[in-house]
């Protein structure tokens, strides 16, 4: 598989024909990944595994990310499960100079759908530890 980044792929459907992805057609592991990373690590990093449950070949069109900031990588486009298959969208997360929290948005496109899936970064504060007194 040659997986190649994707950040932000205008879909080719328009906003009166983005409707929710059916179930029964792609299984999750989960529609929300959630990492800890630590104050100056430069990324976060997700992977949501998928299966085509469907009796058809389902085919991924694109993929767009809430940010710019956010990149999947998938297989090139278009991306094609056949029954059963199984496959996986890998989600980096620019999390320099957030704190707190912060999630984001991955909505994959289909011909039967759109299904959104979102990532959230917990970002812990740096720690100091304390200077040792040797007196």
């Known amino acids: 598989l040659n997986a190649r980044p994707i950040s932000a792929v205008t879909p ?5 024909q983005l409707i929710p992805l ?4 792609l299984a999750f592991d989960a529609e ?20 085509n449950v469907s009796r058809r070949s389902v085919i991924i069109d694109s993929v767009t990310t809430s940010c710019g900031c956010t990149v999947a ?3 090139q486009l278009p991306w094609t499960l ?8 890998r989600v980096t997360m620019n999390v320099l ?3 707190d929290k912060t999630s984001k948005q991955v909505t994959i496109f289909t011909a039967q759908g759109i299904k959104s ?19």
Do not use: Y
């Open 12 to 16: 080719s459907k328009t906003p009166d």
């Open 22 to 25: 059916q179930q029964g057609i």
């Open 32 to 51: 929300l990944k959630q990492g800890t990373v630590h104050e100056g690590d430069a990324q976060a990093h997700f992977v949501f595994n998928l299966t």
């Open 73 to 75: 990588q998938l297989p």
């Open 82 to 89: 056949k029954p059963r298959e199984n496959g996986q969208i």
């Open 97 to 99: 100079g957030h704190v």
């Open 117 to 135: 899936l979102m990532v959230e970064a917990t970002i812990l504060p740096a720690t100091n530890s304390p200077a040792t007194n040797l007196h």
